[in-house]
């Protein structure tokens, strides 16, 4: 078995898309989707004519504003392997959702916007990446649109924030004239049947060098929604269809060459170099050499730290973690699904498991695979793999639940709020649903619930990272729960831990408000800015006041 438990985690891939808001995270994830045969057709973000939305976007709110506000996991294969990809929201409001999906995987893909080049939403994650050691593969998108040039983006990329980017694959025409690609290595097998072959391939399990000269020339499919056609071209029929654009772009390859940026196995694992591709998600462009090469360098699962910092084995006992917590997806299923990451040994449905944080022992009788919001029924996972666990109400995000050994994994980024709302209840013969609803969006990380003697139990105050989450929350609240809901903003800024004798010390200073946080039990004054907080600390000496910081309890 422990053998199995190994060649099984070798054969995953788990990994995030990442980027600031609009680069096109879901239309990519839409497009893997596709290049893996998950789906028949692809989606776009804002469904058009016969067009449907995308499949990660499951959220009746995401759909109708093209955007992904919660993450979405979709698992399929491709080729030998199992591809077990996480979409992330982007919009910075989502921060938290985001960084928490980033402790389930074990590499990323970067999206840039072309014309854009680096935000700072992609900033920031680069950083998170970096924290966590998280290999990153970066993928520069809408090449098919106006762009910055080539080699400016690379630069960009390594001045500013110090990772070096080996390009593999080069384009062949500047933005908005996409010609196609010179891929700069050789990608493992291809098993698109439309592909026509026009030079001799190399194939292999991962890059081995760089590539017969010739270039990949792309054809859209009709009507965008299947995977483009990719035509080989040898060096001979490239100079000659696309002479001077396929010149600057063979010198710009040597070019990168020359100055080292060639693509390197080991400093891509340790997080110093970026294999970048260049393509366009939404007619398909590059999307499947994008797939080829997730399989090819990726890394499988390994061996995780647990709290103490001591690694568990991949072919010990099955344990896993709560990344996520999400109710109600789909209509048909008012439930709620804990997203668990495999981390080690095999899980089998039905297995009795034990959670860390209490001691507990459960039953995982009802464990599905998630797409988006589909489910099937899943008998076994193996490490890498995301198992969602259909009502299992005890567990919280960042729980540890496990069979043998016992383990308890490090405790998930918990964030400190900046938008601060009281939310008013309109019909009080609904207060049992709004007290449920309230609890279940709680439970689920989407905001933090608090609760002042100034305003009673029936006026709860959310605690937020960004004021979408507002929005999210009252839109969930009428279409699960029937219950309509407003938000009150309040002239809050930022929020610090007390003790029970320091909430008591404030419960009647000027500006601040005192919080009680029921699902720890903590207590949190409210502030208006950075300076009121040198004032309390004047006026009520030796009071507590800790930050919130990312990555703690707070």
Same mark, same amino acid.
């Given at each position: 078995?422990?053998?199995?438990?190994?060649?099984?985690?070798?054969?995953?891939?788990?990994?995030?898309?990442?980027?600031?808001?609009?680069?096109?995270?879901?239309?990519?994830?839409?497009?893997?989707?596709?290049?893996?045969?998950?789906?028949?057709?692809?989606?776009?973000?804002?469904?058009?004519?016969?067009?449907?939305?995308?499949?990660?976007?499951?959220?009746?709110?995401?759909?109708?504003?093209?955007?992904?506000?919660?993450?979405?996991?979709?698992?399929?294969?491709?080729?030998?392997?199992?591809?077990?990809?996480?979409? =992330?929201?982007?919009?910075?409001?989502?921060?938290?959702? =985001?960084?928490?999906?980033?402790?389930?995987?074990?590499?990323?893909?970067?999206?840039?916007?072309?014309?854009?080049?680096?935000?700072?939403?992609?900033?920031?994650?680069?950083?998170?990446?970096?924290?966590?050691?998280?290999?990153?593969?970066?993928?520069?998108?809408?090449?098919?649109?106006?762009?910055?040039?080539?080699?400016?983006?690379?630069?960009?990329?390594?001045?500013?924030?110090?990772?070096?980017?080996?390009?593999?694959?080069?384009?062949?025409?500047?933005?908005?004239?996409?010609?196609?690609?010179?891929?700069?290595?050789? $990608?493992?097998?291809?098993?698109?049947?439309?592909?026509?072959?026009?030079?001799?391939?190399?194939?292999?399990?991962?890059?081995?060098?760089?590539?017969?000269?010739?270039?990949?020339?792309?054809?859209?499919?009709?009507?965008?929604?299947?995977?483009?056609?990719?035509?080989?071209?040898?060096?001979?029929?490239?100079?000659?269809?696309?002479?001077?654009?396929?010149?600057?772009?063979?010198?710009?390859?040597?070019?990168?060459?020359?100055?080292?940026?060639?693509?390197?196995?080991?400093?891509?694992?340790?997080?110093?170099?970026?294999?970048?591709?260049?393509?366009?998600?939404?007619?398909?462009?590059?999307?499947?050499?994008?797939?080829?090469?997730?399989?090819?360098?990726?890394?499988?699962?390994?061996?995780?730290?647990?709290?103490?910092?001591?690694?568990?084995?991949?072919?010990?006992?099955?344990?896993?973690?709560?990344?996520?917590?999400?109710?109600?997806?789909?209509?048909?299923?008012?439930?709620?699904?804990?997203?668990?990451?495999?981390?080690?040994?095999?899980?089998?449905?039905?297995?009795?498991?034990?959670? @860390?944080?209490?001691?507990?022992?459960?039953?995982?009788?009802?464990?599905?695979?998630?797409?988006?919001?589909?489910?099937?029924?899943?008998?076994?996972?193996?490490?890498?793999?995301?198992?969602?666990?259909?009502?299992?109400?005890?567990?919280?995000?960042?729980?540890?639940?496990?069979?043998?050994?016992?383990?308890?994994?490090?405790?998930?980024?918990?964030?400190?709020?900046?938008?601060?709302?009281?939310?008013?209840?309109?019909?009080?013969?609904?207060?049992?649903? $709004?007290?449920?609803?309230? @609890?279940?969006?709680?439970?689920?990380?989407?905001?933090?619930?608090?609760?002042?003697?100034?305003?009673?139990?029936?006026?709860?105050?959310?605690?937020?990272?960004?004021?979408?989450?507002?929005?999210?929350?009252?839109?969930?609240?009428?279409?699960?729960?029937?219950?309509?809901?407003?938000?009150?903003?309040?002239?809050?800024?930022?929020?610090?831990?007390?003790?029970?004798?320091?909430?008591?010390?404030?419960? =009647?200073?000027?500006?601040?408000?005192?919080?009680?946080?029921?699902?720890?039990?903590?207590?949190?004054?409210?502030?208006?800015?950075?300076?009121?907080?040198?004032?309390?600390?004047?006026?009520?000496?030796?009071?507590?006041?800790?930050?919130?910081?990312?990555?703690?309890?707070?």
């Amino acid at each position: 078995m422990s053998s199995h438990i190994s060649a099984e985690a070798a054969r995953r891939r788990t990994f995030a898309v990442i980027s600031h808001p609009d680069a096109g995270k879901s239309t990519i994830t839409e497009a893997l989707a596709l290049h893996g045969r998950a789906i028949s057709a692809a989606g776009a973000v804002h469904g058009k004519g016969d067009r449907k939305g995308v499949v990660s976007d499951w959220m009746s709110m995401e759909q109708d504003r093209g955007i992904s506000i919660t993450s979405a996991a979709l698992q399929f294969e491709y080729r030998d392997c199992v591809v077990n990809l996480l979409d =992330t929201p982007g919009h910075a409001d989502f921060s938290e959702d =985001t960084y928490r999906v980033l402790t389930a995987v074990d590499a990323a893909v970067m999206l840039l916007d072309a014309a854009k080049g680096l935000e700072p939403q992609t900033l920031k994650l680069f950083e998170v990446c970096r924290a966590r050691r998280i290999p990153v593969i970066t993928f520069v998108n809408k090449w098919d649109r106006p762009a910055k040039d080539a080699l400016e983006l690379i630069e960009e990329i390594e001045t500013r924030i110090g990772i070096k980017p080996t390009p593999v694959t080069w384009p062949v025409g500047v933005g908005g004239e996409f010609r196609g690609v010179i891929e700069r290595i050789a $990608f493992g097998e291809r098993s698109e049947p439309d592909r026509k072959h026009s030079g001799e391939r190399r194939d292999g399990r991962r890059p081995v060098g760089p590539q017969v000269p010739g270039m990949v020339r792309y054809e859209r499919s009709p009507g965008g929604q299947q995977s483009a056609i990719a035509e080989v071209l040898g060096e001979d029929e490239s100079l000659a269809r696309f002479g001077e654009d396929y010149e600057r772009a063979r010198e710009e390859s040597e070019l990168l060459s020359a100055v080292d940026a060639d693509f390197d196995q080991k400093t891509f694992e340790s997080g110093q170099t970026t294999p970048t591709l260049f393509g366009a998600a939404l007619v398909h462009f590059g999307v499947g050499q994008l797939l080829d090469l997730l399989v090819d360098i990726a890394p499988s699962p390994f061996s995780r730290d647990d709290a103490k910092g001591e690694p568990r084995d991949l072919e010990d006992g099955f344990s896993g973690f709560v990344f996520k917590s999400q109710a109600n997806m789909n209509a048909s299923h008012r439930d709620q699904l804990a997203f668990i990451r495999v981390c080690s040994g095999r899980f089998e449905r039905g297995m009795q498991v034990t959670q @860390a944080q209490g001691g507990r022992t459960m039953s995982t009788k009802y464990a599905q695979t998630l797409f988006g919001s589909a489910r099937d029924t899943v008998d076994e996972a193996w490490p890498g793999d995301i198992v969602g666990l259909v009502n299992a109400t005890g567990l919280s995000v960042g729980d540890t639940i496990y069979q043998g050994k016992a383990v308890e994994y490090p405790p998930l980024p918990a964030f400190a709020p900046e938008h601060f709302g009281a939310l008013q209840m309109h019909d009080t013969s609904k207060a049992k649903r $709004f007290r449920r609803g309230i @609890a279940q969006l709680d439970a689920e990380g989407v905001v933090q619930v608090l609760y002042s003697e100034r305003r009673g139990e029936a006026t709860p105050v959310l605690a937020a990272v960004g004021p979408l989450q507002f929005e999210v929350t009252t839109a969930r609240l009428q279409a699960e729960f029937d219950v309509p809901a407003t938000i009150d903003h309040l002239p809050y800024q930022l929020a610090r831990l007390t003790d029970a004798e320091g909430a008591a010390r404030l419960r =009647t200073a000027p500006g601040v408000e005192v919080f009680s946080r029921p699902r720890d039990g903590a207590f949190l004054v409210a502030l208006p800015n950075k300076y009121r907080i040198q004032t309390i600390e004047n006026d009520y000496p030796g009071i507590k006041l800790e930050p919130l910081l990312a990555g703690g309890q707070g």
